[in-house]
T-cell receptor
C-alpha cells in the first residue's frame, strides 16, 4: 500500500530563515509521481510541483527547492529566505503511474503547518 | 475559465439529514475526484470518476454516493449525515493521460450536529 509521512506536524521559524519540510513515502511501484501542494490560511490548495520517479534531479524555483532521493524514499522541500507569506500548511502527495482505468489517486501526507514569524 | 467550483462553501446539517455537495469544472477534464480533509490526516480520497458514467470508490467511501452524468459535474451525496462526516470537502479535476497536476476547488466546510 502507498503511504506518505510528513513527520513534522508544525514548524515555526523567523522570517529570512531557511526551512526544510520533510516527506517520506512508501510504494511498491517502480513508476510513481510525487507532488507538493500549499494550503494558505484562505484554505485553497495550490499546486507547487510534480516529479516522476525517473527524474531525480533537484529542482529550484525561486526561493523554493526540492530534493528527491529514491534511495531514502524522500522528497523534501526547502524554502530559502522564508517570508511571512510562506505561512501555510504544506502537503506532500504520491500517485501511482499505473493507470487502472485512468485513475489518478493521490495519497496525501498529514501536512506540515509552517508559520513564519516577522 | 472558472476552474473547479464547489457549492455551498459552508453547510450545517443535523444528524440524519441528506444533502448534495456540488462540484463543476469547465476545463473539459475527464478525471474528477472528491477528498475530505480532517485535522492531522491530510486529504483522503472518497470517490473518483474517470469519465461520464464511470465512478469508483476511494479510500473512505462509506456514507457517500456519487454519479457522473456529464463531464462537467460530479456531485457528492450524503444520504444520512453523521457527525463523523464533519469535515472540509474538496473536489478536484485533471485531464487523463499521464499522471497530472490536479486542480482543486475552494472546498466546502460541512458540520454535522
Amino acid at each position: 500500500a502507498q503511504k506518505v509521512t510528513q513527520a513534522q506536524t508544525e514548524i515555526s521559524v523567523v522570517e529570512k530563515e531557511d526551512v526544510t519540510l520533510d516527506c517520506v513515502y512508501e510504494t511498491r511501484d517502480t513508476t510513481y509521481y510525487l507532488f507538493w501542494y500549499k494550503q494558505p490560511p484562505s484554505g485553497e490548495l495550490v499546486f507547487l510541483i510534480r516529479r516522476n520517479s525517473f527524474d531525480e534531479q533537484n529542482e529550484i524555483s525561486g526561493r523554493y527547492s526540492w530534493n528527491f532521493q529514491k534511495s531514502t524514499s524522500s522528497f523534501n522541500f526547502t524554502i530559502t529566505a522564508s517570508q511571512v507569506v510562506d505561512s501555510a500548511v504544506y502537503f506532500c502527495a504520491l500517485s501511482e503511474a499505473r493507470e487502472i482505468q485512468g485513475a489518478q489517486k493521490l495519497v496525501f501526507g498529514q501536512g506540515t503547518r509552517l508559520t513564519i514569524n516577522p | 475559465n472558472a476552474g473547479v467550483t464547489q457549492t455551498p462553501k459552508f453547510q450545517v446539517l443535523k444528524t440524519g439529514q441528506s444533502m448534495t455537495l456540488q462540484c463543476a469544472q469547465d476545463m473539459n477534464h475527464e478525471y474528477m475526484s472528491w477528498y475530505r480533509q480532517d485535522p492531522g490526516m491530510g486529504l483522503r480520497l472518497i470517490h473518483y470518476s474517470v469519465g461520464a458514467g464511470i465512478t469508483d470508490q476511494g479510500e473512505v467511501p462509506n456514507g457517500y454516493n456519487v454519479s457522473r452524468s456529464t463531464t462537467e459535474d460530479f456531485p457528492l451525496r450524503l444520504l444520512s449525515a453523521a457527525p463523523s462526516q464533519t469535515s472540509v470537502y474538496f473536489c478536484a479535476s485533471t485531464r487523463q493521460g499521464f499522471v497530472n497536476e490536479q486542480f482543486f476547488g475552494p472546498g466546502t466546510r460541512l458540520t454535522v450536529l
